[in-house]
């Protein structure tokens, strides 16, 4: 348990980022099993409106150090890769 008046302000602080963070990620994740559902039904005009919506979802991620930047091109490209794939 912290002691100090500045580090249980830190512990405070640092479960509340952990909420929005863990928020976020939830949010991000699930954006992407969007397009995974899309792709796995076949509908490619669904697929590509799903990514389109989760591309900034991901880069948003990427940009709070969420994640690292080259997992969020990884997502991006494999995803995309996917949907061009479709028939």
Do not use: C, Y
């Not at 512990?11 to 796995?40: D, L, P, Y």
């Amino acid at each position: 348990m912290a002691n100090s008046t500045q580090a249980r302000k830190r512990a405070r602080q640092a479960e509340k980022r952990r909420r929005q963070n863990a928020s976020f990620r939830s949010t991000m994740r699930t954006s992407m099993k969007k397009v995974v559902r899309s792709i796995r039904g076949g509908d490619k005009q669904a697929a590509a409106d799903a990514f389109k919506a989760a591309v900034p979802v991901i880069d948003s991620a990427a940009g709070k150090g969420l994640i690292h930047h080259n997992k969020a091109a990884r997502h991006k490209r494999r995803l995309n890769a996917h949907i061009k794939a479709m028939p």
